[in-house]
């Protein structure tokens, strides 16, 4: 399960109530979910040179960070953000002293957070793996951060796991750039944007541009089979059931 643990539209938001926190933790065991991950904020954006919105963006990203850690949640995904025009080098530094500074006055936390790999172009970060090793080396907290590796993004940003050598080939490049250690989950949606497009549009699983071939090899990685997916796809809860079940369907028994 991924939630947000606010509003994720605004800046502004009530503090968490302890039972608030107790009842969801209370809940989670109850359902037996498992592996329960936090999505950040729309608006926030670490690596921003606006001096007033990067102010708001850690406020923002603290408290999730705060909220997911009181709500017993184990990862917390961000998207790396963006540079605004600046430099890619500007960008990388805002954001990695950033998540230093948070995360460092935070030394007990158990809560992991996770980049996720996004689908790139001009100015966003964390569109190639060798961009998001760059920013896991520079913040240089290890144990304290994972990679989210969502399937429409990487396919927007350039890598074509179409087929089978397609998809051995990006998670090969990903072994190798950044390891496999560090990736933690992934964020299974099919792509309305094409390959190299560097447009983020999420897709019903087999009903995009990246087809059931790339979601038929995933389920059925044994190297991913204790790894947490969630589905981002459009519509309703009867909309995820359906992208759930053909998920299911693709799976060898
Ligand atoms: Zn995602």
């Known amino acids: 399960m ?19 926190a107790d009842g969801f933790k209370a809940g989670v065991k109850e359902q037996g979910l498992q592996e329960v991950m936090a999505h950040g904020s729309y608006l926030t954006n670490l690596a921003s040179p606006d001096p ?8 923002a990203f603290e408290d999730e960070l705060d909220r997911s850690e009181a709500l017993g949640i184990p990862y917390f995904v961000i998207h790396p953000g963006s ?52 920013i896991l ?8 951060l994972g990679v ?16 089978q050598a397609g998809y051995e080939e990006t998670l090969d490049a990903f072994k190798t ?12 949606n099919d792509s309305r944007s094409s390959l190299n497009s560097h447009h983020d549009i999420h897709a019903d699983i087999g009903e995009g541009k990246i087809g059931l071939e790339a979601f038929r090899l995933l389920v059925n ?10 589905l981002e796809t459009p519509g309703d809860e009867a909309a995820f059931q359906r992208n759930l079940q053909r998920l299911y369907d693709l799976r060898r028994l």
């Not at 990685?221 to 969630?230: E, L, Q, S, V, W």
């Open 2 to 20: 991924q939630i947000f643990t606010r509003n994720a539209q605004r800046w502004a938001s009530k503090p968490l109530a302890q039972e608030q």
């Open 52 to 59: 007033r919105i990067h102010k708001l963006s850690v406020a």
């Open 83 to 134: 540079h605004k025009g600046t430099s890619f080098q500007e960008g990388l530094h805002t954001l990695t002293i950033s998540l230093r500074r948070s995360l460092a006055n935070r030394p007990d936390y158990k809560v992991m957070l996770l980049l996720e790999t996004t689908a790139g172009g001009g100015k966003s970060l964390g569109g190639s793996f060798e961009h998001l090793a760059e």
């Open 137 to 144: 080396d520079q913040t240089a907290m290890p144990g304290r």
């Open 148 to 163: 989210c590796l969502d399937t429409a993004h990487v396919f927007a940003a350039g890598y074509d796991i179409r087929t």
């Open 177 to 188: 750039q950044i390891g496999f250690g560090l990736l933690k989950a992934f964020h299974v």
């Open 221 to 230: 990685d044994p190297r991913f089979k204790h790894h947490p997916m969630n």
